[in-house]
């Protein structure tokens, strides 16, 4: 079975604009989970989408959102960009059994 | 609430001798506890997990760990370091269904030669 992939795998943007991730999970997987990892604040929740809809959402700012897509397919938003936006953006998948199997992330930086 | 401690933000330790790192958890379920390793540059790779069957958990290349409810603990141990070990690694608890995961700051784990 392929992996989660996760595109683009760097991107450099500049304050204000806005950014699209996206992630494809693991063939079957209809959980797909979306994390941000920085130095600082080390590996922090953003939100889970189960069969396209949100079932959980961590504690960042609405500039953060997310979908799914019915092939399970997800995409994370990032608008109005600021420097602290800076990180590794971890995508994850799970399927029935609870394991997160994680992409190589996209590494974001914001100029 | 679910939390993880990683008591050790940095462990070294020379190849060929025992690797222990460190990882308290809080739960108030019964927990689904997993470690994962991150190399540099790289996403996360899971090492093992642990989900209420046996307390010692065997993983890939060689580690595992102990479930110890009654020190609330999640120790990952190695009888031998290689230098490919030389990595993040995290604890993680689970609060169960919904898939969130609680992830401990790491361990950066250095293998001397």
């Known amino acids: 079975k392929a992996g989660v992939t996760q595109t683009p795998r760097y991107l450099i943007k500049t304050r204000g604009q806005q950014v699209t991730l996206s992630c494809s999970p693991i063939?079957?997987?209809?959980?797909v989970s979306w994390y941000q990892q920085t130095p600082g604040q080390g590996l922090q929740f953003l939100f889970e989408?189960?069969?396209?809809?949100?079932?959980n959402k961590g504690n960042f700012p609405g500039r953060f959102s997310g979908r799914q897509f019915s092939n399970s397919r997800s995409e994370m938003n990032v608008s109005t960009l600021e420097l602290g936006d800076s990180a590794l953006y971890l995508c994850?998948?799970?399927?029935?059994?609870?394991?997160?199997?994680f992409g190589p992330g996209t590494r974001l930086l914001v100029l | 609430a679910q939390s993880v401690t990683q008591l050790d933000s940095h462990v070294s330790v020379s190849e060929g001798t025992p690797v222990l790192l460190r990882c308290n958890y809080s739960?108030?379920?019964?927990?689904?506890l997993f470690w994962y390793v991150q190399h540099p540059n790289k996403g996360l790779q899971l090492l093992l997990k642990?989900?209420?069957?046996?307390?010692l958990v065997k993983g890939i290349n060689g580690f595992e760990a102990e479930f110890k409810k009654s020190e609330t603990s999640f120790h990952l141990t190695k009888p031998s370091a290689h230098m490919s070990d030389a990595a993040e690694y995290f604890c993680?608890?689970?609060?169960?269904?919904?898939?969130?995961?609680?992830f401990g700051t790491g361990t950066s784990l250095t293998v001397i030669p």
């Open positions: 994850a998948s799970s399927g029935n059994l609870e394991t997160q199997y």
């Open positions: 063939s079957g997987h209809r959980s």
């Open positions: 989408y189960f069969s396209e809809t949100q079932r």
């Open positions: 739960s108030s379920y019964s927990p689904s």
């Open positions: 642990y989900t209420s069957a046996a307390t």
């Open positions: 993680v608890v689970s609060a169960g269904t919904g898939n969130q995961f609680y």
